[in-house]
């Protein structure tokens, strides 16, 4: 997508709140025009005690200039307020946004992308996008609209010094901020790269520390953050550098403005063209006329990133999930499951291979095989994560690419190999499961799971803080954590991806006989590299190379 798409893109967010626009533009139209009048109601004052012939009488003058004084603080004040309420209003509905579009996306098209560069495109990229929408599209507006009435008025005394003034606004707010954006290039976009990198970075050496401090890696890993640092700083310096030209230039060519003004109005006064009043009041109106224009100047570098974090944004937003949700097909009630011919790869890489399986109900079915032959990728197309490239998964005789997506997860609990721990209690972990669970509820199931004893030997059991990503538990813990969150769904066809794999065999039998227990009237799709985990299945089958014997 180039750059005007994106600008065309994120222009249509404002849609919502195009009268707030609208409202925003006129007050800071207005704002800017009691401020620009106020010295030329000055110079109109400054002719009144000359003894020049005014329109306006010395008391009418002082008493606009005390008027345009207070209105302009006041308009100044309201444009601000409701540009920001425009802001933060779009930058929730663009949160919003992301994330749904993270949850579609998930877990198929995240897997592999970098959680750090993640958390700072939903972030540090949506929060830059502030300044698009508080300090770019009504101060454009704004200069437009401004300057085109000053040109007017300049052009009153004379049409030679509107098209001056014309030719001033256009460069200053137009032709300047283009020159300093194609020098600045893909700086922009370079910026927020590099700034994605070092987050991603920074958020797997803190996870890493234990693993750097034991291999005495931690001097490797600072000149890593270090390098990246100093890429960003250096590019960030390139940045400032380019703005201060910007600025640089931008005055330089407003003097450069004055001069000419000054010149043309000199010649056209001696002339006898223009009068005095013409000649005080149009040289002042040009001077103070400035601010809206130089206000677009500085768009030359900053419109840069601000771009870059839109692309970034959008790219999530517009990205195609790997399984779109299913609503509007008739609920179904679980009877069996079943996996027809499948072949399935990630890419070019193939996991299975005509795979067929049949899951009775209330039968619990085993798959072993080592790590790698594809059971995990089995289970995640039961979950419709992915889709099959062959072959069909069906439940209850229906093909799951037409039961809604909220029936097809009320039917399946699915207890990964990673339990995913939140910075939270022990019982909000549990009832991640069930959100309206009861206590007794989210009790019951760690029971079932086997760490009600160990929850109750803490301090403050099931209301312990487990700290950020489980900190404070150990592998076994989660992994029951994660069983008890699937006892909780009570769902009728529970998914189990290596159940025992950080179990000692003592704890891997208690668990085992947990799940025997609780397996009555539920279907089980039990898959393990460990031989000694499929004790309690019904029926077991090996898996190799993506086939099943």
Not at 374 to 385: A, N
């Amino acid at each position: 997508m180039n750059k005007i798409k994106i600008l065309f893109r994120m222009l249509t967010l404002v849609k919502p709140l195009a009268g707030f626009m609208i409202l925003a533009v006129t007050l800071g139209t207005l704002g800017f025009l009691t401020a620009q009048f106020i010295p030329i109601l000055g110079g109109y004052a400054v002719l009144a005690g000359l003894g020049e012939e005014t329109k306006l009488g010395f008391n009418t003058i002082v008493i606009l200039l005390l008027i345009f004084a207070i209105l302009r603080s006041i308009f100044r004040f309201s444009e601000q307020r409701t540009n920001h309420y425009i802001a933060f209003t779009l930058l929730a509905i663009i949160r919003d946004r992301v994330f749904k579009a993270l949850r579609r996306l998930c877990p198929a098209k995240l897997e592999g992308r970098d959680k750090g560069d993640l958390i700072s495109v939903i972030t540090s990229d949506v929060e830059l996008l502030e300044v698009f929408y508080a300090h770019t599209i009504s101060p454009i507006c704004i200069a437009i609209v401004t300057e085109t009435i000053m040109c007017l008025f300049i052009g009153s005394f004379h049409p030679l010094l509107g098209i001056i003034a014309f030719c001033s606004f256009f460069t200053v707010g137009v032709v300047l901020p283009v020159i300093i954006s194609k020098c600045s290039k893909t700086l922009g976009d370079d910026l927020r790269a590099q700034s994605g990198a070092l987050s991603a970075h920074m958020l797997e050496s803190i996870r890493g520390i234990d693993e750097t401090l034991q291999y005495n890696g931690g001097e490797k890993r600072l000149k890593e953050i270090s390098d990246k640092t100093k890429a960003l700083s250096e590019n960030q310096g390139v940045l400032n550098r380019l703005t201060g030209t910007n600025v640089a230039l931008t005055n330089t060519f407003i003097w450069i403005s004055d001069l000419v003004m000054l010149v043309v109005c000199f010649y056209l006064y001696n002339s006898g063209r223009i009068g005095f009043d013409g000649f005080l009041i149009s040289m002042i109106a040009l001077m103070s006329s400035f601010g809206p224009v130089t206000a677009l100047s500085a768009l030359g570098t900053t419109l840069q990133s601000t771009i870059a974090c839109g692309a970034r944004v959008l790219a999530i937003i517009d990205e195609m999930p790997e399984t779109e949700d299913i609503m509007s097909k008739e609920d179904i009630v679980f009877k069996d499951a079943k996996a027809e011919h499948v072949s399935f790869g990630y890419g070019d890489d193939e996991v299975l291979k005509d795979l067929s399986l049949y899951v009775d109900k209330d039968e619990i079915l085993g798959i072993v095989g080592p790590s790698g032959c594809g059971k995990s990728t089995l289970l995640k197309l039961f979950m419709r994560f992915w889709k099959t490239d062959k072959g069909s998964i069906n439940i209850a005789g229906r093909n799951i690419e037409d039961i809604n997506t909220d029936n097809l997860r009320d039917m399946e609990s699915y207890m990964t190999q990673e339990t995913q721990i939140f910075k939270d209690t022990i019982a909000n972990n549990i009832r991640i499961g069930k959100l309206d669970a009861t206590d007794e509820e989210v009790v019951e199931a760690a029971q079932k799971a086997s760490i009600h004893e160990f929850i109750m030997t803490l301090p403050q059991g099931y209301n312990t803080d487990v700290g950020e990503l489980g900190s404070t538990l150990s592998g076994g813990e989660k992994q029951r954590i994660g069983l008890a969150r699937a006892f909780l769904h009570n769902a009728p066809f529970i998914l189990l991806d290596e159940p025992t794999s950080s179990l000692d065999s003592l704890n891997e039998a208690v668990i085992l006989k947990a799940l025997k227990e609780s397996s009555k009237d539920r279907t089980v799709l039990l898959v393990s590299h460990r031989s000694s985990t499929m004790c309690i299945a019904d029926k077991t089958f090996s898996m190799e190379s993506g086939r099943l014997s």
